[in-house]
């Protein structure tokens, strides 16, 4: 299993969810709303999931062994971290242009 894409779908900074992210596999299988959270220690992975009848969630979609839950964390993780990368300097550049003003 090789995870081909990722893509960030969007970015929060408020309350504890971070991102919202979709990956491919394979370039042949898309897993959408998965989510970026910060927990109390450190951030992680929540796969996409449905309430049942009894208020109970339950991921329609996981990893079933920690090796593959583990390449999808740091693969994920890594494409989040590279995008807030990515808008910092975005942001940077553009506050320099504006005080060059």
Request: proline content about 3%.
């Amino acid at each position: 299993m090789e995870i081909t894409d990722v893509k960030i779908r969007k970015i929060m900074s408020e309350g504890r969810l971070r991102a919202v992210v979709s990956l491919t596999i394979d370039d042949m299988l898309a897993v959408h709303d998965i989510k970026v959270v910060q927990g109390d220690e450190r951030l992680f992975v929540a796969m996409p999931s449905r309430k049942d009848e009894n208020g109970v969630f339950r991921d329609i979609v996981h990893p079933i062994s920690p090796s593959a839950r583990k390449l999808f964390e740091e693969t994920i993780l890594d494409a989040y971290e590279r995008q807030l990368a990515v808008m910092e300097a975005e942001e940077a550049e553009s506050n320099s242009d504006e005080a060059e003003e």
